[in-house]
């Protein structure tokens, strides 16, 4: 029975998928003599938020996540970023293949808020692979054989990764999705004023808001 190791060498921006992505690069190893037909991988992708340090900045950009700083020790926990799939194509001993990780700019996500939050360093994650091995042995006929669900690999992602990932697809912008009538309301309001833009409208609600505060 084939016995798989898994290894990430790095990971990089993809500049030319349809949605953003990044490509873990994962070399497999299998131990044993079996010739490896095909692997239907699937990973989860956690975020292990506890297993870095926080600036002063940070703990403010990220409060709208775990809340007050003195509360992280309850809410500063690890959580999913995203899920992955690839298929591996056949080899023997071992082989280096491209994990496409999907990622958004959802500001509704709290993978996005965390990223978004980080100035800098890394961002500690844990792949945790599983999935179906597809193999022969000592040309036998085709065998089936499911990953084990204690493979993982611990990884750091760059934080400046993930902002230059953002900056290729959305270059200087940033996108909120709202619930259809909150989008209804701030049309309205933008059609009754005659304002061109969706910022030019924010920006007008936000100076009210703020004469009202002043007043």
């Not at 709208?64 to 809410?75: A, K, N, S």
């Amino acid at each position: 029975m084939p016995e798989l190791s898994f290894h990430i060498a790095q990971a990089e921006v993809e500049p030319y998928a349809i949605t953003p992505q990044m490509i873990f690069k994962l070399r497999l190893t299998n131990t044993g003599p079996e010739k490896i037909h095909s692997v239907a991988l699937r990973a989860q992708i956690q975020i292990e938020a506890p297993r870095r340090g926080y600036s002063a900045t940070e703990q403010e950009q990220l409060r709208d996540l775990f809340g007050e700083p003195e509360r992280w020790g309850q809410t500063l926990k690890t959580f999913l970023w995203t899920h992955a799939s690839t298929i591996v194509p056949p080899f023997e001993g071992s082989t280096d293949v491209n994990l496409p990780v999907p990622c958004t700019f959802d500001f509704n996500v709290a993978a996005t808020k965390y990223f978004a939050g980080l100035a800098d360093d890394d961002i500690p994650v844990c792949v945790q692979f599983s999935g179906t091995v597809f193999y022969t042995e000592d040309g036998g006929p085709l065998q089936v054989t499911p990953i084990p669900w204690d493979k993982e690999v611990h990884f750091r992602v760059p934080v400046q990764l993930w902002k230059k990932l953002m900056d290729t697809y959305y270059p200087g912008v940033a996108w909120l999705c709202l619930e259809r009538h909150a989008f209804e309301q701030l049309y309205r309001y933008k059609v009754e004023r005659g304002i061109p833009t969706w910022e030019q409208a924010l920006e007008s609600l936000l100076r009210q808001v703020q004469e009202e505060v002043k007043s």
